[in-house]
């Protein structure tokens, strides 16, 4: 098998751009999307809240992420001073950047209740007090963030994946598509390819500190758990597995009895340190059938071994996720998947099987050639079809399905495969100076026909290329289609989409024309 490695090309070149952008002056280093998810997902301590003013605050809600002109959020809930008021959330980096923007001489932002920033001025700048809406619009509350953030900013900026947010701009061109559109296909496929092979390695960045500390299979564990919530669930399911460590619930799998009889007590313990079984799971009173018997034996098995994880339990079982997706995501099949394949790998672990598999078809193509099945084989590795109450059943209290429905259906398992799998494994290869196995690895993420369809993709199919057919066409690999997903991200969300800002035009002139 010819052997094919992981470049590191476009990551040199974004490096040069990354520490040219920081030479301007005027160039943010925090891109403002940052700050969007985090009011988003409310990444801070949110009780005891105070405006720079002087004000209590209370975020009730949030309020919905705004894709058109006008404040950031719309429609948001806040409290202050114990006074409900409904109105608009405007983010910002500087808290002078309001009037920078020119937001109070526009009636769009009149209806502005909160102005929120990380810092009231920049660096150097001793800032004044007519930078604030507060000045010609007294109603407007200012909170800065910074002080109340959960996290760092740069971890917030390393671990946020921004794919799994709305997107800043839905309606332009950028400014690269002309400079892209003029390449020869081989020379996007170069570029697209590349980059590809980058937001791997920058996956692997991601999870090499994690493996230091944690090892390999606690770190599988964590990465498989957030697949199985992405995306509206990926934060819970992390903390979850970082409560219910692999090495505890292997303890709790049976020597005897079916698959869905073994990962039962896992379930249960799963669910009861999530907060879904008090919570989310109705009252025995109100089920019949299957479901009662099912919540009857999780409640059970929980105060069984409630006492051993009773500290684990998650503080905000309201973090779970259940609006805007289809039933067959809700949280408590994706545990329930999470228990089988804990249940399935318990004897060696999870990531060790799965090397193990890795390996042996890396054999097979040694002997044979490498072949698009044998690389479909890795890609659904984590496939999962079990007899269970959850593939009978979305919730406890609905009607049963017609047939067994997946636990981990296609899609999802190559979801883990390329997100999780390929870089974890990728760390493995490259400690254990593994070239076969890289380069298998890279194979199956270059040679698999690319599914992917989102609202992101689908974006930067035209905010990008234009919708040119045949830019379009070289979008046939996972490879290719992740490269362009990490063009956006290293690019248009760090210029917050503005182009004027962006050089990617120039880097496409300089290293690919």
Same mark, same amino acid.
């Given at each position: 098998?010819?052997?094919?490695?992981?470049?590191?090309?476009?990551?040199?070149? #974004?490096?040069?751009?990354?520490?040219?952008?920081?030479?301007?002056?005027?160039?943010?280093?925090?891109?403002?999307?940052?700050?969007?998810?985090? %009011?988003?997902?409310?990444?801070?301590?949110?009780?005891?809240?105070?405006?720079?003013? &002087?004000?209590?605050?209370?975020?009730?809600?949030?309020?919905?992420?705004?894709?058109?002109?006008?404040?950031?959020?719309?429609?948001?809930?806040?409290?202050?001073?114990?006074? =409900?008021?409904?109105?608009?959330?405007?983010?910002?980096?500087?808290?002078?950047?309001?009037? *920078?923007?020119?937001?109070?001489?526009?009636?769009?932002?009149?209806?502005?209740?909160?102005?929120?920033?990380?810092?009231?001025?920049?660096?150097?700048?001793?800032?004044?007090?007519?930078?604030?809406?507060?000045?010609?619009?007294?109603?407007?509350?200012?909170?800065?963030?910074?002080?109340?953030?959960?996290?760092?900013?740069?971890?917030?900026?390393?671990?946020?994946?921004?794919?799994?947010?709305?997107?800043? /701009?839905?309606?332009?061109?950028?400014?690269?598509?002309?400079?892209?559109?003029?390449?020869?296909?081989?020379?996007?496929?170069?570029?697209?390819?590349?980059?590809?092979?980058?937001?791997?390695? /920058?996956?692997?960045?991601?999870?090499?500190?994690?493996? =230091?500390?944690?090892?390999?299979?606690? #770190?599988?564990?964590?990465?498989? *758990?957030?697949?199985?919530?992405?995306?509206?669930?990926?934060?819970?399911?992390?903390?979850?597995?970082?409560?219910?460590?692999?090495?505890?619930?292997?303890?709790?799998?049976?020597?005897?009895?079916?698959?869905?009889?073994? *990962?039962?007590?896992?379930?249960?313990?799963?669910?009861?340190?999530?907060?879904?079984?008090?919570?989310?799971?109705?009252? #025995?009173?109100?089920?019949?059938?299957?479901?009662?018997?099912?919540?009857?034996?999780? !409640?059970?098995?929980?105060?069984?071994?409630?006492?051993?994880?009773?500290? !684990?339990?998650?503080?905000?079982?309201?973090?779970?996720?259940?609006?805007?997706?289809?039933?067959?995501?809700?949280?408590?099949?994706?545990?329930? *998947?999470?228990?089988?394949?804990?249940?399935?790998?318990?004897?060696?672990?999870?990531? !060790?099987?799965?090397?193990?598999?890795?390996?042996?078809?890396? @054999?097979?193509?040694?002997?044979?050639?490498?072949?698009?099945?044998?690389?479909?084989?890795?890609?659904?590795?984590?496939?999962?079809?079990?007899?269970?109450?959850?593939?009978?059943?979305?919730?406890?209290?609905?009607?049963?399905?017609? &047939?067994?429905?997946?636990?981990?259906?296609?899609?999802?398992?190559?979801?883990?495969?390329?997100?999780?799998?390929?870089?974890?494994?990728?760390?493995?290869?490259?400690?254990?100076?593994?070239?076969?196995?890289?380069?298998?690895?890279?194979? &199956?993420?270059?040679?698999?026909?690319?599914?992917?369809?989102?609202? %992101?993709?689908?974006?930067?199919?035209?905010?990008?290329?234009?919708?040119?057919?045949?830019?379009?066409?070289?979008?046939? @690999?996972?490879?290719?289609?992740?490269?362009?997903? !990490?063009?956006?991200?290293?690019?248009? #969300?760090?210029?917050?989409? /503005?182009?004027?800002?962006?050089?990617?035009?120039?880097?496409?002139?300089?290293?690919?024309?």
């Amino acid at each position: 098998m010819t052997a094919a490695v992981f470049t590191d090309i476009y990551r040199k070149f #974004t490096e040069v751009y990354q520490r040219t952008l920081v030479e301007e002056e005027d160039a943010p280093q925090i891109p403002e999307k940052v700050l969007r998810c985090v %009011w988003n997902d409310q990444l801070f301590n949110t009780p005891h809240l105070q405006s720079t003013q &002087g004000h209590a605050i209370e975020v009730v809600s949030s309020g919905h992420w705004n894709f058109g002109a006008g404040p950031d959020f719309k429609n948001a809930v806040i409290r202050i001073d114990g006074q =409900i008021q409904e109105g608009d959330v405007e983010l910002h980096i500087y808290g002078c950047d309001w009037r *920078a923007h020119g937001h109070s001489e526009n009636n769009e932002y009149d209806d502005v209740i909160l102005h929120v920033f990380l810092w009231q001025d920049r660096r150097g700048s001793s800032g004044s007090r007519k930078d604030t809406p507060s000045q010609s619009r007294p109603h407007i509350v200012e909170l800065e963030l910074k002080k109340y953030l959960k996290d760092g900013l740069l971890k917030l900026n390393e671990e946020l994946d921004f794919d799994s947010y709305p997107l800043l /701009n839905q309606f332009n061109t950028g400014l690269c598509h002309g400079p892209l559109s003029r390449l020869s296909k081989s020379r996007l496929e170069e570029l697209l390819s590349n980059a590809g092979d980058a937001r791997i390695q /920058n996956k692997m960045d991601r999870f090499h500190d994690r493996i =230091i500390l944690n090892g390999y299979e606690q #770190t599988f564990y964590e990465g498989v *758990a957030e697949a199985l919530g992405y995306p509206s669930n990926k934060y819970p399911f992390r903390d979850l597995a970082e409560r219910v460590p692999f090495a505890e619930l292997v303890r709790l799998v049976s020597k005897k009895g079916t698959p869905a009889e073994k *990962a039962l007590p896992l379930q249960a313990v799963l669910l009861g340190v999530s907060g879904l079984l008090g919570n989310r799971i109705p009252e #025995t009173s109100e089920l019949e059938g299957e479901g009662l018997l099912y919540v009857q034996n999780v !409640q059970k098995l929980w105060k069984k071994h409630k006492r051993r994880f009773v500290d !684990q339990v998650m503080d905000d079982p309201t973090a779970w996720k259940f609006g805007g997706m289809r039933p067959a995501n809700f949280p408590y099949r994706r545990i329930a *998947a999470l228990a089988h394949l804990v249940v399935k790998h318990s004897g060696s672990g999870l990531f !060790q099987d799965f090397v193990s598999f890795v390996n042996t078809m890396v @054999s097979i193509s040694q002997a044979k050639g490498y072949n698009e099945r044998t690389g479909k084989k890795a890609t659904q590795y984590f496939f999962l079809e079990e007899d269970d109450f959850w593939s009978r059943h979305y919730t406890v209290d609905g009607k049963k399905l017609q &047939g067994n429905q997946k636990l981990i259906g296609p899609d999802r398992a190559r979801d883990i495969f390329i997100n999780i799998a390929v870089p974890i494994c990728l760390i493995y290869a490259r400690a254990s100076r593994s070239q076969p196995l890289e380069a298998f690895l890279h194979r &199956g993420f270059s040679t698999q026909s690319s599914l992917a369809d989102n609202q %992101w993709l689908r974006f930067m199919k035209r905010y990008i290329l234009g919708e040119k057919q045949r830019m379009l066409d070289i979008l046939k @690999s996972d490879r290719h289609t992740q490269g362009l997903m !990490q063009v956006y991200q290293d690019f248009c #969300t760090k210029n917050n989409n /503005n182009c004027l800002r962006c050089r990617f035009p120039e880097v496409v002139d300089k290293y690919f024309s």
